[in-house]
């Protein structure tokens, strides 16, 4: 059974960083591309950035681009999102997702991350 668990998230001021993390179990992690994707209240999944298996190919929404840096530790089952230059409209559910942008599939039970001084 795919367990994906998101974590870090938090209240931050505009301008300010998190780190959120994503720890994987029940597939072989290592395999597949994972993405980062986020939900407004009442508005669909927005995807935000993916990484390849390997961690050598990523890519990022417009929206994020230049403050969003998406890693993974393979060795650790552990996806991240460093989020830099927060800004208000960044304020959503994080979720971490197995797949990639067009094909993204399980993902958890979100972390809230909250941009507001």
């Known amino acids: 059974e795919v367990q994906l668990v998101e974590s870090g998230g938090g209240l931050v001021q505009p301008g300010g960083s998190l780190r959120l993390s994503c720890a994987a179990s029940g597939f072989t992690f290592s395999s597949y591309t994972m993405s980062w994707v986020r939900q407004a209240p009442g508005k669909g999944l927005e995807w935000v950035s993916a990484i390849s298996s390997g961690g050598g190919i990523t890519s990022y929404a417009d929206s994020v681009k230049g403050r969003f840096t998406i890693s993974r530790d393979n060795a650790k089952n552990t996806l991240y999102l460093q989020m830099n230059s927060l800004k208000p409209e960044d304020t959503r559910v994080y979720y971490c997702?197995?797949?990639?942008?067009?094909?993204?599939?399980?993902w958890g039970q979100g972390t809230q991350v909250t941009v507001s001084s």
């Open positions: 997702a197995k797949g990639g942008r067009s094909d993204f599939g399980s």
